[in-house]
């Protein structure tokens, strides 16, 4: 288990700054898929002595359509199937994506984190199997299969893993146990896994420390993501990661015994007064506190 | 344990700190021209603070041109002493319990601040020899005419330095058991014996229990800086924990981890540094130590804000997560109290 960082990797200031925290693992958040933006972003994270370990994730405006299983769906998943043969060919070996249209409706709210720091709310509604008929879920998993069953061979041949990331910020998504369970027999393939997030997990209800021993056993958990949620009234908070010091410390206690080799990667902190927007100082804390977590453990 | 920054009184810096999740602060006021802190001003700081949901439980430190006099002997050090005790009544009053004061004549020794940290951050380095040869380079107070007057001309010998910081301590210890305020002697750092003909005298830990035993009191006690006990040569700074926490003479802590010890040391990031951070921790729990623990300096980070944030982020997080880690880890390992 590595500490990573998720940036913007063309900043040589940022990845001075992942350094200087002992940071050797880069997870690159780009917005140009062109073989020589690629390139460019492999070359200044190796020559900053730094490793790339993947990119963020693919583009959701990019396969809209085969979310939604429309026409023109074809004509996306070819251009998907493009950026990951560039990837292939530029030596990035992973990239996340995700299966929900991020909608106004479902926008985190802006809330009141610790200390007035500035944080997200995710209405309660977005909580997993909300409203969604079992003919909309059905459909939802056949367009996944038909998206899967086209992208992960040329994925393979390019030798680029798939990291599907569960996320509050639309409804209707597969996020708990049961789901990505079938997720994973719906795509076998060793280069199909997960972006792991215990903390949404927890929210379904879940206990992440049993998935995390069976699915990293599995070869399931490509990256782990660390974040730390509060339930209240009005929905879940991001808060920083200490405030919810238990249910951090039993996922890395899984991913430690399990033997977890991948990327540990934060959420961004709530926003803290005076920060960069990409949030330098939060970032800070977060790496800080999970190194110190990680030597406790021994 | 109580984790604290040291903290300027400033909307940004307050709030900083409560993002971090901390509930103490360290400050300071500037010296005063009247020769004592006020005791408007200590009021006004505590609920400046306290506003903000901190408590303001140390002063680092006192001023040195309050008792600079008494520090090296001079002429007036009667009249320095009687302001140092309106000082500590005065906290009493306001209810700020530990004052931190420290007994560097020459004041902290560093001879270069270079990026040669981890990514190239700055560190700051203490080498004796090259203290040697540009002695006038290593003193951090050069900018203080009032006592660069006193420095190469003025050889001191440890004896003597002992002497003025007994009267110091007969002075002082018996106004703090009154005023309930614990006074902590900060070590000198760098912690060599002498430098420049000027003796070093709480630069081992010998020094350290001399200073305790020369005037036994529940108010004289230790400002334990971590990183100047762990770079004293040959000393394993956690055993001092035991040592001293034992003692019950640590009343306030910073916490840093350089790497080497005299006579060369550099401030790196407290993960990188030579001591098991794991262990101090452990041994501040296991020594019952309650007070105040301050984040000290770290190497500078690109890029950084004035106050540092970025640097001091990363040291709050990771002493919270040391103290988190220990936590959780002890109560996982009590034995269960179950049923009756």
Redesign the interface.
Known sequence: MRLALTMDPLQD?DL???????VQQIIADIARWDAPSLAAARNRVEEAGLQLVGIESLPVQAYVSAIKGEQGRDGEIAQVCEMLRRMGQAGISLVGYRWAIPGPASLPADGQ?????SGKVYAKGAAPRSAETEGERERRWQNLAYFLQAVLPVAEEAGVRLAYQPTLAAPGLLRDGEDLEQLFRLAPSSFHGLDMDHGLLALAGEDPGAMIRRWVGQGRILVAQVRSFRATDEGYEEG????D??GL?RALHAYREAGFAGPLRPAPS?R????TPWG???Y??????????L???? | MKIALYVGMTEEEVQFSRQLGLRYVVSSLPPNPKGYLELDDLLRARDFFARAGLSFDVIENLPVLHYHKVMFGLPGREEQMDNVCTTIRNMGIAGIPVLQYQWMLLGGLRTEYSPTGRGGARVSRFDWEVAKRSPLAALDWRRSPDLLIHAPDRPLSSEQVWENITYFLQRAVPVAEEAGVKIAAHPDDAPIPSFMGVARILSSPEGLQRLIDTYPSPCNGLGFCQGTVATMAGVDMVEQIYRFGRQGKIFFAHFRNPQGAVPKFDEVFPDEGDTDMVAAVRAYREVGFDGVIRVDHAPGMVDDWPHGNRTFAFQVGYFKGLVDALEMMDAAAAPARGGN
């Open positions: 200031s001075l700054f992942a350094q200087q925290l002992g984190a610790r200390g007035g720091a920083f990661l200490d405030e010091r238990e410390f709530p803290m007064v005076g920060d330098h100082k939060g800070a804390f977060s790496i800080g506190y999970l190194r110190a977590l030597q406790a453990m021994g």
